[in-house]
């Protein structure tokens, strides 16, 4: 009979009018992410991370620019750490390379945007770098004290040595002297370098390099 | 002087039954189709391009936007590729779990398949209940690796997370809802005399005209020749499973929807085979940071969901690869679209494409 199959169909559906919903009300219920889930804006913790840049060699797409400054200890620090997402793949990669975990998806998936431009996102906030200022200033001020301390600690352990070497000699202590100062200078001026240029030439080198890719993709 | 003439009609690239931009000119007399022209590129991304400039492991999440409907069979194919051309063992136990992803996401890929034919015929109560269904897949790939779309998940040497006791409970209770689904969709769908009416006989195409157009998966399939790399290679762990090919009879519209159905069941079959037969075991191999295959050449193919895919990778020793062609099932399986057009009303041409279920993202790449 024509028409049968159709009321067959038909009968599924009024079953399921009255049975359990497989719906629910998106924005006011949300439903919840796996563990793992990738997605949303990549979080991290500057006091954890070590500045490898790991994360942003392992990108396929060079979807994370970051700027890291180094501290008069040498030790790396980021201070940027935009994220495209605009241009992420969600691949995980980056996630899966940091070697000290502090990478993480903040998993707000309906983070869709207005414009093109606003698919940017700081993993890094201005709070964040208000600290980080502070934390390279205090790492500065360490090291020029601990430098300045060492030098003076070495100068008088040399004069000291010196002096009862050669007891009734009274000249050479006053050369000792003389050659001691410039040391403790040159070493505090050699940490302030890296910590307040360091991030100059490194934002240019990666700006410039990433000039040159858009040219090569476009 | 009256006379007639035969129009051209441009269909897309924004029509809602093409699932993506594609743009057929379909040249017509009155409503029967003449010829029916496929324009592609709106979807162009240059992949193949893209990937020589890219490590093999920054290749992998690229394959995910191919097709990316069946992302677990795109990655399971370049894995499988890149595996071959460096002389990677892969644990068994990340066999099992790659094929119970490949299966899973054929399912899903069928699903879809079925759900847009129904819509794309006015069905679009058909087109819910196989999204209502082929989200409980989604969220087993949600669970193993956090996405439920471009998965990511099959990697070069293995599987990047293990298959957790909550993805085979998700998975058994996934299972146990295939053939209840399956009987469902009979009774909207296939006994539905409106839908039937308008793909039984509808667009047919003989074994030896699908050959010659060199289209695979379940469009040949329909046509009545059993050929499945799954079971012709035996590729990965699938040579020690049972499973059986469905075939068709008359290669119209009415066999493609039907493989399809079987082949869910089919998928399912292997799946809890999978699910039983699953040792315990490491999930990745050792896998160089730097991965450097030897200069030479490799082509891989793999049963994907609309076809055969194919990964031609040539190395030059390097981390990149030299040159990627990828054979995508999809883009060959279009050439049939103008045979099956030809002769038939304009509304069936969206039914030839339908039941194609060719995705946009791998026939443009
Ligand atoms: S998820 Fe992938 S594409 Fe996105 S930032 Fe990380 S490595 Fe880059
Ligand atoms: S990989 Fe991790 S530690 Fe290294 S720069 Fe990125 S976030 Fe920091």
Same mark, same amino acid.
């Given at each position: #009979?024509?028409?049968?199959?159709?009321?067959?169909? #038909?009968?599924?559906?009024?079953?399921?009018?009255?049975?359990?919903?497989?719906?629910?009300?998106?924005?006011?219920?949300?439903?919840?992410?796996?563990?793992?889930?990738?997605?949303?804006?990549?979080? #991290? &913790?500057?006091?954890? *991370?070590?500045?490898?840049?790991? *994360?942003?060699?392992?990108?396929?797409?060079?979807?994370? &620019?970051?700027?890291?400054?180094?501290?008069?200890? /040498?030790?790396?620090?980021?201070?940027?750490?935009?994220?495209?997402?605009?241009? *992420?793949?969600?691949?995980?990669?980056?996630?899966?390379?940091?070697?000290?975990?502090?990478?993480?998806?903040?998993?707000?998936?309906?983070?869709?945007?207005?414009?093109?431009?606003?698919?940017?996102? &700081?993993?890094?906030?201005?709070?964040?770098?208000?600290?980080?200022?502070?934390?390279?200033?205090?790492?500065? /001020?360490?090291?020029?004290?601990?430098?300045?301390? /060492?030098? /003076?600690?070495?100068?008088?352990?040399?004069?000291?040595?010196?002096?009862?070497?050669?007891?009734?000699?009274?000249?050479?202590?006053?050369?000792?002297?003389?050659?001691?100062?410039?040391?403790?200078?040159?070493?505090?001026?050699?940490?302030?370098?890296?910590?307040?240029?360091?991030?100059?030439?490194?934002?240019?080198?990666?700006?410039?390099?990433?000039?040159?890719?858009?040219?090569?993709?476009? | 002087?009256?006379?007639?003439?035969?129009?051209?009609?441009?269909?897309?690239?924004?029509?809602?039954?093409?699932?993506?931009?594609?743009?057929?000119?379909?040249?017509?007399?009155?409503?029967?189709?003449?010829?029916?022209?496929?324009?592609?590129?709106?979807?162009? $991304?240059?992949?193949?391009?893209?990937?020589?400039?890219?490590?093999?492991?920054?290749?992998?999440?690229?394959?995910? $936007?191919?097709?990316?409907?069946?992302?677990?069979?795109?990655?399971?194919?370049?894995?499988?590729?890149?595996?071959?051309?460096?002389?990677?063992?892969?644990?068994? +136990?990340?066999?099992?779990?790659?094929?119970?992803?490949?299966?899973?996401?054929?399912?899903?890929? %069928?699903?879809?398949?079925?759900?847009?034919?129904?819509?794309?015929?006015?069905?679009?109560?058909?087109?819910?209940?196989?999204?209502?269904?082929?989200?409980?897949?989604?969220?087993?790939?949600?669970?193993?690796?956090?996405?439920?779309?471009?998965? %990511?998940?099959?990697?070069?040497?293995?599987?990047?997370?293990?298959?957790?006791?909550?993805?085979?409970?998700?998975?058994?209770?996934?299972?146990?809802?295939?053939?209840?689904?399956?009987?469902?969709?009979?009774?909207?769908?296939?006994?539905?005399?409106?839908?039937?009416?308008?793909?039984?006989?509808?667009?047919?195409?003989?074994? !030896? =005209?699908?050959?010659?157009?060199?289209?695979?998966?379940?469009?040949?399939?329909?046509?009545?020749?059993? +050929?499945?790399?799954?079971?012709?290679?035996?590729?990965?762990?699938?040579?020690?499973?049972?499973?059986?090919?469905?075939?068709?009879?008359?290669?119209?519209?009415?066999?493609?929807?039907?493989? !399809?159905?079987? =082949?869910?069941?089919?998928?399912?079959?292997?799946?809890?085979?999978?699910?039983? !037969?699953?040792?315990?075991?490491?999930?990745?191999?050792?896998?160089?940071?730097?991965?450097?295959?030897? !200069?030479?050449?490799?082509?891989?193919?793999?049963?994907?969901?609309?076809?055969?895919?194919?990964?031609?990778?040539?190395?030059?020793?390097?981390?990149?690869?030299?040159?990627?062609?990828? $054979?995508?099932?999809?883009?060959?399986?279009?050439?049939?679209?103008?045979?099956?057009?030809?002769?038939?009303?304009?509304?069936?041409?969206?039914?030839?494409?339908?039941?194609?279920?060719?995705?946009?993202?791998?026939?443009?790449?």
């Amino acid at each position: #009979m024509f028409g049968k199959g159709l009321l067959t169909g #038909m009968g599924v559906t009024i079953k399921h009018f009255f049975g359990k919903k497989e719906t629910f009300c998106y924005p006011e219920e949300k439903l919840p992410m796996a563990e793992g889930f990738r997605g949303g804006d990549l979080t #991290m &913790d500057w006091r954890v *991370c070590i500045g490898c840049q790991m *994360c942003a060699m392992a990108c396929p797409n060079k979807a994370l &620019d970051l700027t890291v400054v180094t501290d008069a200890k /040498k030790k790396r620090h980021m201070k940027y750490y935009i994220h495209k997402t605009g241009r *992420c793949l969600f691949c995980n990669l980056c996630v899966e390379v940091c070697p000290v975990h502090t990478l993480q998806w903040d998993k707000n998936y309906a983070n869709s945007t207005w414009n093109k431009e606003d698919m940017v996102h &700081d993993a890094m906030t201005d709070k964040d770098r208000a600290d980080l200022d502070i934390f390279l200033s205090d790492v500065e /001020k360490k090291a020029k004290a601990e430098a300045e301390a /060492k030098a /003076k600690a070495e100068a008088e352990a040399k004069a000291k040595a010196e002096a009862e070497a050669a007891e009734g000699k009274p000249e050479t202590p006053k050369a000792e002297t003389k050659a001691a100062p410039p040391k403790p200078e040159a070493k505090a001026e050699a940490a302030k370098k890296p910590a307040a240029q360091n991030a100059a030439p490194d934002a240019e080198k990666k700006a410039a390099a990433a000039e040159k890719k858009k040219g090569g993709e476009a | 002087m009256k006379r007639t003439e035969t129009y051209l009609l441009n269909m897309g690239p924004q029509h809602p039954s093409t699932h993506g931009v594609l743009q057929v000119k379909l040249t017509l007399d009155g409503e029967r189709i003449l010829k029916a022209e496929p324009v592609l590129g709106y979807l162009h $991304r240059g992949i193949e391009k893209l990937m020589e400039s890219r490590t093999y492991f920054q290749c992998l999440p690229y394959t995910d $936007r191919l097709d990316y409907i069946s992302s677990m069979n795109n990655n399971f194919g370049f894995a499988m590729a890149v595996e071959e051309l460096a002389g990677i063992e892969v644990p068994r +136990r990340a066999e099992f779990i790659r094929v119970i992803m490949a299966e899973l996401n054929r399912i899903n890929s %069928h699903l879809i398949g079925i759900g847009t034919l129904a819509n794309d015929l006015g069905a679009s109560t058909g087109m819910l209940y196989c999204f209502r269904d082929r989200e409980y897949i989604l969220d087993i790939f949600n669970e193993v690796c956090g996405a439920r779309q471009t998965f %990511h998940y099959i990697r070069i040497g293995g599987v990047a997370g293990d298959f957790t006791d909550k993805a085979r409970e998700l998975t058994e209770a996934f299972l146990e809802r295939v053939p209840k689904f399956l009987s469902e969709y009979d009774q909207l769908l296939t006994g539905n005399e409106i839908f039937t009416r308008r793909i039984i006989g509808i667009s047919a195409m003989t074994a !030896k =005209e699908a050959l010659d157009l060199n289209m695979t998966g379940p469009n040949l399939r329909a046509t009545g020749v059993a +050929r499945d790399l799954r079971k012709l290679d035996g590729y990965s762990v699938y040579g020690e499973l049972d499973f059986d090919i469905p075939v068709g009879e008359h290669g119209d519209n009415w066999d493609r929807y039907q493989v !399809k159905m079987k =082949e869910m069941a089919e998928s399912a079959k292997i799946i809890r085979q999978c699910l039983d !037969k699953m040792p315990e075991g490491l999930i990745m191999a050792k896998v160089p940071k730097m991965l450097k295959p030897p !200069k030479g050449e490799v082509y891989s193919r793999t049963e994907g969901t609309r076809g055969e895919l194919g990964f031609y990778i040539v190395s030059d020793g390097t981390t990149k690869p030299y040159r990627v062609h990828i $054979r995508r099932p999809s883009f060959v399986n279009m050439q049939g679209l103008d045979l099956m057009c030809r002769g038939m009303l304009i509304g069936d041409s969206v039914s030839a494409y339908s039941s194609i279920d060719p995705i946009m993202g791998e026939v443009d790449c």
